[in-house]
């Protein structure tokens, strides 16, 4: 049985972080600068850079929705292990044996 600071939490490293900060950038850019090259109307590109804003917001929320599920869960069966805990802790096998 794990008792609260046994319970294993994953760090995220720095090099998973950066990685991460530097796809997101270069992706973004990307896309940025393909839709800005885009042989169209003001209006058709104003409406794909919309779209893209729309996108990355939505990846965002997506992802803080997960996270939070994710925490959710977590926090759940920790709770639900403590009552296992405490229950196993009170439990007396000889009591009203006398």
């Given at each position: 049985?794990?008792?609260?600071?046994?319970?294993?939490?994953?760090?995220?490293?720095?090099?998973?972080?950066?990685q991460?900060?530097?796809?997101?950038?270069?992706?973004?850019?990307?896309?940025?600068?393909?839709?800005?090259?885009l042989?169209?109307d003001?209006?058709?590109?104003?409406?794909?850079?919309?779209?893209?804003?729309?996108?990355v917001?939505?990846?965002?929320?997506?992802?803080?929705?997960?996270?939070?599920r994710?925490e959710?869960?977590?926090?759940?069966?920790r709770?639900?292990?403590a009552?296992?805990?405490?229950?196993?802790?009170?439990h007396?096998?000889?009591?009203g044996?006398?």
């Amino acid at each position: 049985m794990t008792h609260g600071n046994d319970i294993p939490q994953s760090a995220t490293t720095s090099a998973f972080q950066i990685q991460a900060v530097i796809a997101f950038a270069v992706s973004l850019t990307a896309s940025v600068i393909g839709v800005w090259n885009l042989p169209l109307d003001s209006w058709q590109r104003g409406f794909f850079g919309v779209t893209l804003l729309f996108l990355v917001s939505s990846t965002f929320t997506l992802a803080k929705v997960v996270r939070d599920r994710q925490e959710q869960t977590t926090i759940r069966s920790r709770l639900d292990e403590a009552r296992v805990e405490k229950l196993i802790a009170e439990h007396d096998p000889f009591k009203g044996v006398a």
